[in-house]
């Protein structure tokens, strides 16, 4: 996937199958009939197809990234694997809000590549399909969340995981918290969290730590254990965006950020 501001070569164009791009204007239908908006402006409706790219997934598997842009606020990046051996597509593709991710561009300092990968969480040949995101509201909430979603025999792709890996502080922009994510179990995983000053003479800040785990295959990873450092870094242990304890934690990991404005 490419940034509005990549100045690297375009890579090789390439047909789009027809039940792909039905499947494409489908959702951008979908996205203009479900905004709780007036109706756009001209100029907007030709804006609702942006870019689309194809990354290989598998030796003869394809994931298709489609921006759709409903009205001007909202970019939206739908994934959608698709099997050419067999038409298989993903029937209900998921999004991702990407306009904060083009707004900022490789600029920002918080923004890492590539913004598309491939993981496996668990060690246990279960792959996930990782989506970074630049999350954005005015001075409150800056960060990166990495969404995992994970692929299913059926080519469906459900997110399991919404992980902030890196955030500004409120008020301290020299200061970052930042995140590990590693392996704890056979279904758990360890989120540690630290506060990083960048260029400040004081030492990083440790925050603690918290288990996540996932009820089984393909299920989203919810808070099992808090370990942290004090009674304050328990409510940024997961995020640092509004979401305060263990259920709206859950939430967060469960759905990412979902705030648009």
Not at 19 to 27: C, D, P, Y
Not at 129 to 138: A, F, L, M, P
Not at 198 to 218: F, K, M, N, R, T
Not at 239 to 248: E, H, I, P
């Amino acid at each position: 996937m490419r940034l509005d501001d990549d100045r690297r070569a375009s890579g090789k164009t390439a047909e789009i199958p027809s039940a792909v791009l039905n499947k494409i204007r489908a959702l951008g239908a979908h996205a203009l009939r479900q905004i709780e908006a007036p109706d756009p402006y001209p100029g907007e409706c030709e804006d609702l197809y942006g870019k689309i790219f194809r990354i290989s997934a598998a030796p003869s598997l394809y994931l298709y990234a489609a921006e759709i842009s409903p009205v001007s606020p909202i970019k939206l990046l739908f994934l959608i694997l698709f099997d050419p051996a067999t038409g298989a597509l993903t029937t209900d593709p998921p999004k991702v809000d990407v306009k904060s991710t083009q707004m900022f561009g490789w600029k920002d300092p918080l923004l890492h590549q590539p913004l598309i990968s491939f993981a496996d969480l668990l060690h246990n040949r279960r792959r996930q399909i990782v989506v970074e995101q630049r999350v954005h509201n005015g001075t409150m909430y800056n960060a990166v969340v990495y969404n995992y979603f994970e692929i299913g025999s059926d080519l469906s792709l459900t997110r399991i995981l919404a992980f902030e890996q890196r955030a500004y502080a409120i008020g301290a922009r020299e200061e970052q918290i930042v995140r590990t994510l590693e392996r704890a179990g056979p279904n758990r995983l360890r989120l540690a969290s630290l506060m990083k000053p960048d260029g400040a003479p004081h030492p990083q800040q440790d925050l603690g730590y918290v288990i996540l785990e996932s009820p089984g295959p393909g299920l989203p990873f919810q808070v099992k254990e808090r370990h942290p450092k004090s009674k304050e870094s328990d409510t940024i242990l997961v995020t640092y965006s509004d979401a305060v304890g263990s259920s709206s934690d859950d939430t967060f990991l469960r759905e990412g950020y979902t705030f648009h404005y």
